[in-house]
């Protein structure tokens, strides 16, 4: 099992990015996609949900609006699309996978500064 995140990285205020996870090794068309950060000092939170067909979606209040996530089963492929950063958006993202197991991929860092 494995998931892979990318596309973090340095970007100003107000810009975007695009994250995308990887999966490989399960049946990720069976299982609900979530993403999630941690910032230092701070406890992992849940930034966003997608249902294992994408019909059905989640997303913390401090990111409503901002960002949208997706999902191609055909690409075995979460994404999170982030626009509007600000420096609060600063942290490692993780990609988890949930169903009767769990897993998480490593983490991409994404860094909001001017």
């Known amino acids: 099992v494995q998931l892979v995140e990318s596309g973090g990285g340095l970007v100003q205020p107000g810009g975007s990015l695009r994250l995308s996870c990887v999966a490989s090794g399960f049946t990720f068309s069976s299982y609900v996609m979530s993403w999630y950060r941690q910032a230092p000092g701070k406890e992992r939170e849940l930034v966003a949900a997608?249902?294992?067909?994408?019909?059905?979606?989640n997303y913390a209040d401090s990111v409503k609006g901002r960002f949208t996530v997706s999902r191609d089963n055909a690409k075995n492929t979460v994404y999170l699309q982030m626009n509007t950063l600000n420096p609060e958006d600063t942290a490692v993202y993780y990609c988890?996978?949930?169903?009767?197991?769990?897993?998480w991929g490593q983490g991409t860092q994404v860094t909001v500064s001017s």
């Open positions: 988890k996978a949930s169903r009767i197991g769990v897993y």
């Open positions: 997608i249902s294992s067909v994408g019909s059905s979606t």
